[in-house]
């Protein structure tokens, strides 16, 4: 009778051990706030992985960089010290050269052109570059069409551009294209952004109404020009060797959950941009919203004609004429 107790008792001890040790916790990051649209993609993204594994799989999301800089969490995902990230691509090519077509300047017509491309073959084919780096890149979010915003006089023109001191994301295409503005470029990180337009180390930086909101530029900013010179894509990252460990089932249920995000993502990319020139301006900021686009494409002649040559012209035709 001991005996059979004591084997009952071993039994759900074992079983208990083997529920916990089966409940697995991993962790995403980005480097913007939670309340934005980078964090209710990842917010979406645990919640229905838990649903759906029925809580077995739990993720811990971390918000405005609390794990380190896009680039450092690009890292991390890597070498497998971080599950997940979701991220800008504007340090993504220092890992994944061939994403670096993406950040061409007015290679989209707008988001739903963008949106269509990313979603179809060009968009899946990227998607798959990232495995030979040691990332399963689950889906292609949306960080939104960036503006420029500066604390130094009203952008109207590209020459207004000439001489100021613009922070830029870490990559090498917008640094050339807007060298070719005249701006004074300086690369750095995201999480050191608003302390550099605070001390004035920077005039101005450029990035899409979502995010220029979620980081309360508009207290460091004084003029927003709606350029939308760029599209900026964003990527949900996890570490090849942990999306190859899982099973079928599991692996489907995480680019399906990944879906998900992008669906609420995106929803919010669109609300921010509906609101955002009307809050930013009761936010005391002064914004120019009908711009002249030719005249920035005619200035950047002499690097769209460079990325011509980097690319190939029928590389990027392809992309810009996708229906």
């Given at each position: 009778m001991?005996l059979?107790?004591l084997m009952?008792?071993l039994?759900?001890?074992?079983g ?8 697995v916790?991993?962790?995403n990051?980005?480097?913007?706030a939670?309340?934005s649209h980078q ?15 029925n809580?077995?799989i739990?993720?811990?999301n971390f918000?405005?960089?609390a ?8 890292e991390?995902v890597?070498?497998?010290?971080q599950e997940?990230?979701?991220?800008s ?7 994944v050269?061939e994403?670096r077509?993406?950040?061409v300047?007015f290679?989209?017509r ?5 949106r269509a ?5 060009i968009?899946q084919?990227?998607?798959a570059t990232?495995?030979?780096?040691g990332m399963?890149a689950l889906a292609w979010g949306?960080n939104?069409v960036?503006h ?8 109207n023109v ?6 100021l ?7 090498s ?5 807007y060298k070719?503005?005249?701006i ?12 550099a337009?605070?001390?004035g180390t920077?005039?101005g930086?450029?990035?899409p ?14 003029h927003?020009t709606l350029?939308g ?6 990527v ?14 599991d692996k ?10 992008v ?7 669109d609300?921010d941009?509906a609101n955002?020139?009307a809050e930013?301006?009761k936010k005391g ?11 920035f494409?005619?200035?950047?002649g ?13 590389n ?5 004429n996708?229906?």
């Amino acid at each position: 009778m001991k005996l059979s107790k004591l084997m009952l008792g071993l039994s759900l001890a074992v079983g208990v051990l083997a529920t916990a040790s089966a409940q697995v916790t991993m962790r995403n990051s980005i480097s913007v706030a939670q309340n934005s649209h980078q964090g209710e993609a990842i917010d979406t993204l645990s919640k229905e992985v838990e649903k759906r594994t029925n809580g077995r799989i739990k993720i811990q999301n971390f918000y405005s960089a609390a794990l380190g800089s896009e680039r450092e969490s690009i890292e991390s995902v890597q070498l497998g010290t971080q599950e997940l990230t979701t991220t800008s691509t504007g340090p993504v090519p220092n890992f994944v050269p061939e994403t670096r077509i993406l950040d061409v300047p007015f290679l989209f017509r707008d988001k739903a052109h963008a949106r269509a491309v990313l979603d179809g073959p060009i968009g899946q084919e990227l998607l798959a570059t990232f495995e030979a780096k040691g990332m399963k890149a689950l889906a292609w979010g949306e960080n939104g069409v960036r503006h420029m915003t500066n604390s130094k006089r009203a952008v109207n023109v590209p020459d207004d551009l000439k001489g100021l001191k613009m922070r830029t994301m870490e990559n090498s295409v917008h640094v050339a294209a807007y060298k070719s503005l005249g701006i004074v470029t300086t690369p750095m990180a995201f999480s050191e952004v608003f302390t550099a337009l605070q001390q004035g180390t920077v005039d101005g930086q450029e990035n899409p109404l979502s995010v220029i909101m979620a980081s309360n530029f508009d207290q460091v900013q004084k003029h927003l020009t709606l350029t939308g010179h760029v599209y900026s894509p964003a990527v949900i990252l996890m570490n090849k060797g942990t999306f190859d460990k899982l099973s079928a089932a599991d692996k489907k249920i995480f680019l399906d959950s990944a879906k998900e995000a992008v669906k609420v993502n995106r929803a919010r990319v669109d609300k921010d941009d509906a609101n955002g020139v009307a809050e930013l301006r009761k936010k005391g900021m002064t914004i120019i919203e009908n711009v002249d686009k030719s005249k920035f494409v005619a200035t950047m002649g002499p690097a769209m004609a460079e990325f011509e040559k980097q690319f190939g012209k029928a590389n990027l035709d392809r992309i810009r004429n996708y229906k």
